[in-house]
Every structure is written in structure tokens, then in C-alpha cells.
């Protein structure tokens, strides 16, 4: 048999091909090539905290690494002691009540269960409903399960919340599946409760499954954002909902990979199965520092790092409010999301700063065609780049 035999088919799975095109390649591109040519290029494009974890979490992680009670494969819904401290977070920052041992799983990062959620949940031709401008993965999950996505879109005039009273019939019919991610990514959207009463009551009536992605929660510059779990007479053993929170963003944990999710306990055990069947679990040492991390939540190096990011919103808000732009600063998020100067084209916006200011935003466009003159920054670089980001920007005709 010739072992050069042309490939007819395919490599990738239609899956993979029916995933949508990436949206910034073009200025993806031009970045590397500004990199590569040496320019002094400030990347306010990057979510993915620009500090170290905090110290006690990395002594934490030093000494369980040396338990060889940690060696083993993990449990498969997470080590209990990861979920009672998760439990104990939860009870301590939202006062909701949970069972660590049916309410709580451990993820590897949220975005291991915000991807295998639809896997277990639904099946080939149902759909999913979740917003047109958000975080990716929920419309690959739902795709990789053969299931449809519907788009709720966000507007500006609504808030950049999903507009639920406008979503038709057929579309809550079909459904079985929602997704609500706030503080919001990329629009830093933070909902109350009673959007989230109202999310719940419309999922309940239309036999929906509520997931809430709250990534973001203990990112906040004033109220603290609520869980969905605090809607008055909610019960966690009633509602078919989960909610995703995350280490990465409050702990500087992004590559550490640990998260969980808290929710319904059928749910939470459907979502166990499937990962059951593709991983095995989180490192222990990584469930114990973790663990750790939530038990001082309120730490001062957390504190003080949500400190540093008021104070970077604070210069670059007002900063672009001096070259035109008429930004709202965010409540909670590490984004600052806002509508391009004089009307541009976030593209055209975006391409500028790159090209004549060596500055790298995230254009809206990419996100979808109602944020098309929108761009975001992330409050991730030093306060001295972003008082540099301003001085380039302004010499710049707008
Ligand atoms: C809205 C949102 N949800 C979830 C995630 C995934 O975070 P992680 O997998 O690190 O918990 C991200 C990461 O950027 C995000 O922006």
C-alpha cells in the first residue's frame, strides 16, 4: 500500500470547519509584523492579567507539591477540599448556601465547562441561546454538540444586556440552553438582579438551562457584581442553572487553569460525566493553592490589584475622553469598552493606532456587526504605558 496516497478527505471535522472565521487575523497580523520590525508596540488587546499570582498562593502551590497525597489522578467532580473552600466563597461573597458535594465541580479553567457544557446537556438540533457579541467558546460548545446557536443581540441602547423580552418564540422553543456572562467580555456589562430573576423566570417557563458566566465578578470598582444564585427564593436543588466562576482573573491565575462551577446537582453531574470521559481532573496541588487563593479572597494583594486596575481605568478613561472618545468607565471587568472617535470604523480605529501609534486595541467589528464602532482595551499593561498610550494617541488627527 503506497503510504503517499493523496488525502481525499478532509483532515478536519466538519465541526472544526463549521467554526466561525477568526475575526482578527488582519490585525493580528500586523502586530506580529510590528513586533518583528522591533517597534515599541503597547498591547491593550491582551485579557490575561499582566501580574504575578500573589505570593501566599505560590507558597500554597510549593508545599502541596511536595504532598505526594497530591500525586495520584484527582477526583473526578474536584478534591473536597477545593470544593468545601469554594463553598465556603460563595457563602462568604454572595450568602448563598451550597452542598460542596453535589452543588460544586471543578473545572480547569472555566472555559473547560463553558465548552463541555452543551456535551452534556443537549442534543443535535437543539439550540443554544447566547449573545451575538461575547466570549467565543459559547458558540463553539454549541456547535462541537451539533447544536444551533441563536443569536440575542446586545446594543448599546440596551445596556449591551440581552434584550429577553425580545427573543421570539420559536427561538424558546427551541432552545436549552442560555448563556449570560456578566461583568461582560468585551463589554464590561454588569447585570442586577433583577435581569438575572427575569433570565430565570423566562428559562423556567421555556424549560431552558440557565449558565451564567461570572469570570468576572471579583473584578469591580463599586457595587460588587451578584451571583445569579442570589435571586430571591432560588434553590439550587429547584433550577436547572449552573454558574462558572473563575481563579484566573481575581488571583492572577490564568495559566494555572483552575475554576468551578456551582450549580443544579444534575447539572453539575452531567457536566462531571463528560469530562469524566476527557480528562481527569485539575492537579491536586492546584485544587489545594486554589483552595487557598478563595479561602482569602479578600487578601490585600487582591485587593490591591483590583485597586491597580481602578486606577489604569481612571487614566485611560480620562485619556480618551481627551482625544474624543465618549467612554462610560466600566464598573467591573478589566475592559474598557467604547465607541471609536468621530463615528470610525472600529477596523479603521484600530488600524490606526497600530499603524501610527504602535497601539494594539481590540475592534468591535470582530465581535459582531452591532459593535462595529466599538473597540476595547484591556486594563492590563503598568499606568505608565497606558499615560504613553494617551501621549501617542493625542498627536494623532482624529
Ligand atoms: C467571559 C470569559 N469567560 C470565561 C473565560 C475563561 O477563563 P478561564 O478558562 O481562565 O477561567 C474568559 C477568558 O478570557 C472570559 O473572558
Known amino acids: 500500500m503506497s ?3 493523496t488525502q481525499k478527505r478532509p483532515i478536519r471535522s466538519q465541526r472544526l470547519l463549521d467554526l466561525p472565521p477568526y475575526l482578527f487575523i488582519e490585525i493580528d497580523r500586523k502586530r506580529r509584523a510590528k513586533i518583528a520590525s522591533g517597534a515599541d508596540v503597547i498591547n491593550l488587546g491582551v485579557g490575561d492579567p ?11 502551590m510549593a508545599e502541596a507539591i511536595r504532598d505526594p497525597r497530591n500525586h495520584p ?8 477540599d477545593f470544593r468545601k473552600a469554594a463553598a465556603r466563597f460563595l457563602k462568604r461573597r454572595f450568602g448563598i448556601d451550597v452542598d460542596p458535594a453535589t452543588h460544586i465541580l471543578t473545572c480547569i479553567g472555566s472555559k473547560d465547562g463553558i465548552a463541555h457544557l452543551p456535551l452534556a446537556v443537549l442534543n443535535p438540533g437543539d439550540a443554544v441561546l447566547g449573545a451575538d457579541i461575547g466570549y467565543p467558546v459559547y458558540r463553539s460548545g454549541a456547535i462541537f454538540a451539533g447544536a ?3 443569536e440575542m443581540p446586545l446594543t448599546a441602547q440596551h445596556g449591551w444586556l440581552p434584550d429577553l423580552g425580545a427573543i421570539d418564540a420559536d427561538a424558546l422553543e427551541k432552545a436549552r440552553l442560555m448563556w449570560v456572562n456578566h461583568p461582560g467580555n468585551p463589554t464590561a456589562a454588569v447585570a442586577d438582579l433583577d435581569f438575572y430573576a427575569q433570565a430565570v423566570q423566562l428559562c423556567a417557563e421555556n424549560d431552558i438551562i440557565l449558565a451564567s458566566d461570572n469570570a468576572y465578578s471579583e473584578v469591580f470598582f463599586e457595587k460588587q457584581p451578584p451571583s445569579m444564585w442570589q435571586v430571591p427564593g432560588l434553590s439550587l436543588d429547584d433550577f436547572p442553572g449552573i454558574e462558572f466562576h473563575s481563579l484566573s482573573k481575581t488571583f492572577n491565575m490564568t495559566g494555572w487553569r483552575i475554576a468551578f462551577a456551582v450549580g443544579h446537582p444534575e447539572v453539575i453531574s452531567a457536566l462531571g460525566a463528560v469530562k469524566g470521559n476527557c480528562d481527569s481532573g485539575q492537579f491536586n496541588a492546584i485544587q489545594q493553592a486554589g483552595a487557598v487563593a478563595l479561602d482569602h479572597s479578600e487578601h490585600p494583594e487582591v485587593v490591591a490589584m483590583r485597586e491597580t ?9 480620562s485619556g480618551l475622553g481627551e482625544i474624543g472618545v465618549d467612554v462610560l468607565p466600566p464598573t467591573a471587568s478589566f475592559f474598557v469598552w467604547a465607541p471609536c472617535p468621530k463615528g470610525y470604523d472600529s477596523l ?5 493606532c497600530l499603524e501610527e501609534a504602535n497601539v494594539v486595541f481590540v475592534p468591535g467589528g470582530g465581535f459582531g456587526v452591532n459593535a462595529k464602532n466599538w473597540f476595547r482595551a484591556a486594563l492590563t499593561v503598568e499606568v505608565e504605558r497606558i499615560r504613553e ?8 488627527e482624529w
Do not use: E, N
Open 3 to 5: 503510504t503517499t496516497a
Open 50 to 60: 499582566d501580574r504575578p499570582t500573589p505570593a501566599f498562593i505560590i507558597d500554597a
Open 73 to 80: 489522578y484527582p477526583f473526578d467532580a474536584g478534591h473536597p
Open 148 to 150: 444551533d446557536y441563536i
Open 309 to 317: 486596575y481602578r486606577q489604569r481605568r481612571d487614566v485611560l478613561c
Open 348 to 352: 479603521q480605529f484600530c488600524s490606526r
Open 389 to 396: 498610550t494617551i501621549d501617542r494617541l493625542k498627536k494623532l
